[in-house]
């Protein structure tokens, strides 16, 4: 069993809807969650972290973690084409807490 | 208020000559991590280093990979003899080493390794 799963997608929404992405890990164990954004060509670039059940809310992003179901979301509201990326979930595996596992992203396009 | 820096971004080697990667962390943080994106892969850890230093290398191949971090200057990756198979991209990350799971890590723009 892989240890972080995302669709690769390319999962395409229409400017201004909401794009949910989803993530899940193996290890029961894991304590963070974070989403990383990355352009093609491009290194990965920090949007949110997560390390409690619920919701966590930044602007037009939300963060949804899920411990007993071992299951990491992020929803992007009014989607915008500068949204267009490859989005990668990424987990500490194990019981270190630097040690981080990425799934292999899933490609979002936002149609104009 | 630099972020982390790697050079060269670019780099070409022929197979059998060595590499070096450089990265200086974020202003502040003292932890440096490597991580290796191959093409269509996802990014896969490499190695874990504070100042003089190695934590955890497990994600290193066993063979004409090393990495340093010395108690002045850039940490360094190094890859003898390179091989066509090393071609990816390097990113490193730092972060400030905060204890529990606060530690965020942040990547610097990376060198795309080409082995000819």
């Known amino acids: 069993q892989k240890e972080v799963e995302q669709n690769s997608g390319p999962l395409s929404v229409p400017e201004g809807a909401i794009a949910s992405l989803n993530c899940t890990y193996s290890d029961r164990g894991s304590q963070s969650f974070f989403w990383y954004r990355q352009y093609s060509g491009k290194s990965p670039e920090l949007i949110m972290f997560i390390y409690s059940n619920g919701d966590k809310e930044d602007g037009r992003f939300t963060a949804q973690l899920n411990k007993a179901s071992q299951y990491v979301s992020l929803l992007i509201r009014d989607s915008q084409p500068s949204d267009s990326a490859t989005y990668l979930c990424?987990?500490?595996?194990?019981?270190?807490?630097?040690?981080?596992?990425f799934g292999k992203g899933t490609l979002l396009t936002v149609n104009p | 208020n630099a972020g982390v820096m790697q050079n060269p971004r670019h780099l070409v080697r022929r197979r059998g000559q060595e590499a070096r990667l450089r990265c200086s962390p974020m202003?502040?943080?003292?932890?440096v991590y490597w991580y290796r994106q191959l093409p269509e892969e996802g990014l896969k850890f490499m190695v874990y280093?504070?100042?003089?230093?190695?934590?955890?290398e497990s994600g290193m191949p066993k063979e004409r990979f090393s990495a340093e971090f010395p108690k002045e200057g850039p940490s360094i990756l190094r890859i003898q003899q390179v091989v066509r198979g090393d071609s990816a991209a390097y990113f490193c990350?730092?972060?400030?080493?905060?204890?529990?799971?606060?530690?965020?890590?942040?990547f610097g723009p990376g060198t795309r390794l080409t082995v000819l």
């Open positions: 280093l504070q100042k003089e230093n190695i934590i955890d």
């Open positions: 990350a730092s972060s400030t080493g905060l204890a529990g799971a606060a530690d965020t890590q942040y």
């Open positions: 990424a987990v500490n595996i194990g019981s270190s807490n630097y040690k981080l596992t």
């Open positions: 202003k502040g943080h003292s932890h």
